[in-house]
């Protein structure tokens, strides 16, 4: 099992810019894929952004492609969401994910190979 812990989020403008990280502890990091997904109150969580264990492949929701970016430090156990040109639609709770298996390509949406998450932090992003 691995406990992963968020940070970064806040109250920003919109337009404006915010970088989210996730400390992992507990396995071997750089073994995973890990994600980001979002939620906000009575819907579902969504898909938002992965990458693969070593960072070579990325893969984006169609609503953040261009805005936002996900990135990877194995050395410091840590993923990270650069996001940029906020927009207040982008207010949620953002999660981070880890994959329930190691060397797992999770290109699609879908949370199910997702198998810790984090306790989320608040995105809000005023107009």
């Known amino acids: 099992q691995v406990q992963l812990v968020e940070s970064g989020g806040g109250l920003v403008q919109a337009g404006g810019s915010l970088r989210l990280s996730c400390a992992a502890s507990?396995?071997?990091?750089?073994?995973?894929?890990m994600g980001w997904f979002r939620q906000v109150p009575g819907k579902e969580r969504d898909f938002v952004a992965s990458i693969t264990w070593s960072g070579s492949n990325t893969y984006y929701a169609d609503s953040v492609k261009g805005r936002f970016t996900i990135s990877r430090d194995n050395a410091k156990n840590t993923v990270y969401l650069q996001m940029n040109s906020l927009k207040p639609e982008d207010t949620a709770v953002y999660y981070c994910a880890a994959a329930k298996r190691p060397y797992q390509i999770i290109a699609t949406g879908n949370a199910g190979p997702f198998g810790s998450w984090g306790q989320g932090t608040q995105v809000t992003v005023s107009s």
């Open positions: 507990g396995r071997t990091f750089s073994s995973y894929t």
